[in-house]
């Protein structure tokens, strides 16, 4: 296990903001002038995944490896509408850089969809889907990335209308798009939160009578994480619980010369915008975010599956630190640090830890069986079962007063004790994961990402909610030729969107 890491002297991001003048927002549609205060929306509570506002949760399965158009890895994602009955195969609608009204071209390597993030960013009572392209080519800038903003409707998310970001001076291997968040980072005020190699960009979003207005701004991480920081990914929530949402930016960095190791750092959102900041104790390349102690603040819970040593192998075979939320924000507690770390050795916990399971490289959290305590689902694809390598394997641990508990912890894979399937090499089980609440029961089915399996192309398990927890005998699982999409090499399953708070 690493050493304890001080927590950072706490800072604040003083970046002023920049517009039309450092990044292009192409969009799809005329941008009309904002209406008077007057006739402004009023803000509301801001919600997530319910694209057509039917009260029901939306599922996002995105397959990055897509070949669409001809174009290989260009990459496509699929929405599941949830229901009364849950969710369905029949109620769903497919996106890519083809469908017509999307601006741009479907390209080779573009990866459509490897990261989304959802929320009602224009105020108008129906969620929105931004889907991040981070190896878009602009022009001939190779890797420069962009997201797309699919607005929600009555019927759904539609293409038409949809708006297209990017950075207005392409820069090769930016990966614009490659990590995404949505919430009231400044208490009253909608935006989008979007990763580059060296820049976090906001996006705000005005509700008008005539149309959409987008502002942006951005912020260098060298001004936000400490030096060698590489970031992977967004998550966010009301950590301190001021009204304000804030962010986790998620990467890698250097940990006392022997390696690379994850770190997560925390960015206060406020009425003025993202301000104080400060390292996370116990940091990882992937998160999410819920409330597992029901004390009322959201907590985060961050995976760090990928620490190498200085020849890049593989270091552990993965933790999880649970970060608790409370009024100075996560991880935060007077004389010490305000979390619990997991590995498959800790007592209570299944199984047992071998190299490169990857135990944490992917993480969900939300209430399962409706008791107000949020449990967490941690995904091990890399976790051998038998002779088969890399089948994958998914921990649920259940939350409680003090936090995660490993009473009640479950164990599911592709073995017949779990599904009706058999584990098979690469299959990566567990590779994504999302708990969902689709037929507003207030328990959370569990959406298992299967990236690798029949050889790539990739599929998705839903273990339903009951009364119980999680039901075995209701699972039932899909893929991309399920629903008419392309389907060879697509690893469908790839990303799960996540839920906001």
Excluded at 234 to 249: E, F, H, P, Q, S
Excluded at 438 to 460: F, I, M, Q, T, W
Aim: aromatic share 8%.
């Amino acid at each position: 296990m690493r050493s304890k890491r001080p927590l950072t002297r706490r800072r604040t991001i003083r970046v002023p903001g920049t517009c039309a003048a450092t990044v292009l927002l192409a969009i799809a549609g005329a941008i009309t002038a904002p209406a008077s205060p007057a006739a402004a929306a009023a803000p509301a509570p801001i919600t997530h995944d319910d694209f057509n506002n039917d009260g029901y949760r939306d599922l996002v399965v995105s397959a990055p490896g897509g070949t669409v158009s001809g174009e290989k890895n260009a990459g496509y994602v699929a929405v599941l509408y949830g229901s009364a009955n849950g969710l369905s195969t029949l109620r769903k609608a497919t996106f890519s850089m083809s469908t017509p009204g999307i601006e741009g071209l479907a390209q080779s390597g573009d990866r459509f969809g490897q990261a989304t993030a959802t929320a009602d960013v224009d105020r108008d009572g129906f969620d929105d889907l931004i889907v991040g392209t981070p190896g878009k080519d602009i022009g001939s800038t190779v890797d420069a990335g962009s997201a797309t903003v699919l607005f929600g409707s009555a019927t759904g998310l539609q293409a038409t209308g949809s708006r297209w970001l990017k950075e207005i001076t392409p820069v090769a291997g930016s990966h614009f798009g490659s990590g995404l968040a949505a919430g009231w980072f400044k208490v009253d005020d909608s935006a989008v939160a979007i990763l580059s190699k060296d820049i976090l960009w906001s996006f705000g979003f005005e509700v008008t009578t005539r149309g959409r207005v987008m502002e942006s701004d951005q912020s260098p991480l060298s001004m936000i994480v400490p030096p060698g920081f590489r970031p992977t990914a967004l998550t966010m929530g009301d950590y301190n619980k001021d009204r304000a949402d804030d962010l986790v930016i998620l990467g890698n960095g250097t940990f006392d010369t022997a390696g690379v190791y994850g770190r997560a750092v925390y960015v206060s959102g406020g009425r003025g915008g993202w301000a104080d900041h400060y390292e996370l104790t116990g940091g990882g390349q992937v998160g999410a975010s819920g409330d597992v102690n029901k004390d009322g603040y959201t907590d985060v819970v961050v995976g760090a599956p990928d620490d190498r040593d200085s020849l890049g192998h593989l270091t552990t075979p993965g933790v999880v630190f649970v970060h608790f939320g409370g009024p100075n924000g996560p991880g935060s507690a007077e004389g010490g640090y305000n979390r619990q770390f997991w590995t498959q050795n800790s007592s209570g916990v299944p199984g047992v830890n071998r190299p490169a399971d990857r135990f944490g490289a992917a993480l969900t959290v939300r209430d399962i069986d409706g008791d107000g305590y949020d449990e967490v689902a941690i995904g091990a694809p890399g976790n051998d079962i038998g002779s088969a390598v890399d089948a994958g394997t998914v921990w649920v641990m259940r939350g409680s007063p003090s936090g995660l508990t490993t009473k009640g912890a479950r164990v599911l894979s592709q073995s017949p004790q779990t599904v009706f399937s058999v584990p098979e090499r690469n299959d990566q089980f567990g590779g994504a994961l999302r708990l969902i609440d689709d037929n507003r029961d207030k328990k959370a089915s569990l959406v298992v990402g299967v990236p690798g399996e029949d050889g790539n192309n990739g599929g998705v398990w839903v273990f339903p909610a009951t009364t119980n927890g999680l039901s075995l005998d209701r699972s039932w699982s899909f893929n991309g030729a399920t629903l008419h999409a392309p389907s060879p090499d697509a690893r469908f399953g790839e990303t799960l969107a996540p839920h906001g708070r």
